[in-house]
């Protein structure tokens, strides 16, 4: 057990490493060597994890979806705020979802496959547009998965632009701004009128989630 | 006369050229003799229209920013959307626009000011809203920069999600899509309810606009 909670902590190490590499070089430049000095790990341990530079830029576009579980609320069209909400404020906040949104969004990384994390968002999006829908909370005209293609493109676009203007220092205004814009084409009234999408409720919500994998305190001594 | 027409058509052949390898390989990896090949002009030409590869860049980036003069319209939420509509169909069609938009999307150009074309798209959208507000078209709680801010970065990032996922394919539909939701919250109805949001406006429009800067045709053997 402390020795799988050594490895998740190792594989973190190394992808918090890639990560910062490829934030600052782009995927292209980046080379192993550079991920293995700062990772400060040995070029075994790496390759247990990840066998290829490529693998390395998949384990850190996957980061950007591992929000852990938030806790469900009496709307689903809440919940989905909540992801965007989230994904904001851990963007502000965390080298590796900032570094897994920049792979995506990256030109010239000609052989990553770019589309991954807006698939998992469209998908995500969409399944909680289904629910919300299925539970009447949604205006009769929407398509859920033209409106999660739309959530998760204005969100792309926002966060970069945000970080081209000002390094995402007013990202979560910037997110609240758009979902209070496009939400009354998708809620109902009564459900729009329920909803809390203010700046900061990211960093509550986010307070009563333990992180995903993370290894017990303690547990690498044992 | 002539010589002005042939040196505007050299710096196009010149921005084209630029604007594909950079597309290519992008910003970092791009050089200026490449640019050189692929324009086939020799080095005191494109020396003479740009100084530096930064130049060059920039030279590139205003490219998304020169529609020509659009025609005037019944409202000015209508030439906002047009904007939009035919900033879609050129990044479909015109290879320079394209590669403008990836210059001010990539990362990895640090030397950049990547901001350029974000602070001018916000500044042309600001301009219209502050306008159709003038003008008792939009609803008395819209703050037009901020709902110039929001419309440019969700454009981009719509934009971008349809170059990865198909190639800008249905990008006129994405964007209208991103209008008719988002302009409920901006419009009063009875101006939305003129509004003209289609995906083949766009074409239609740019039919009736001379190219800016187009050399007369046949003016080459003068």
Request: glycine content about 8%.
């Amino acid at each position: 057990m402390a020795q799988q909670a050594r490895a998740i902590q190792t594989r973190q190490s190394i992808l918090l490493a890639a990560a910062t590499v490829f934030d600052e070089r782009g995927y292209g430049s980046a080379t192993i060597s550079e991920i293995l000095t700062r990772a400060g790990v040995t070029k075994g341990a790496l390759y247990f994890h990840f066998s290829s530079k490529e693998e390395l830029a998949l384990g850190v576009m996957e980061a950007q979806l591992e929000v852990g579980v938030l806790p469900p609320q009496l709307t689903k069209l809440q919940e989905l705020v909540d992801q965007g909400l989230v994904l904001a404020h851990r963007l502000r906040h965390e080298p590796l979802v900032r570094a897994s949104v920049g792979l995506a969004m990256a030109q010239g990384g000609g052989e990553l496959d770019r589309g991954l994390p807006f698939h998992s968002w469209i998908a995500r999006l969409e399944t909680l547009l289904t629910e919300a829908k299925q539970q009447g909370e949604v205006l009769s005209h929407v398509n859920p998965a033209e409106a999660a293609q739309l959530l998760a493109g204005a969100f792309s676009g926002i966060q970069e632009m945000s970080q081209v203007l000002c390094e995402r220092e007013d990202l979560e205004q910037r997110i609240s701004m758009l979902l209070r814009y496009v939400l009354p084409s998708i809620a109902l009234p009564a459900v729009l009128a329920m909803l809390e999408i203010t700046e900061t409720r990211a960093e509550r919500l986010l307070a009563t989630v333990k992180e995903p994998d993370a290894p017990e305190a303690g547990s690498e001594e044992g």
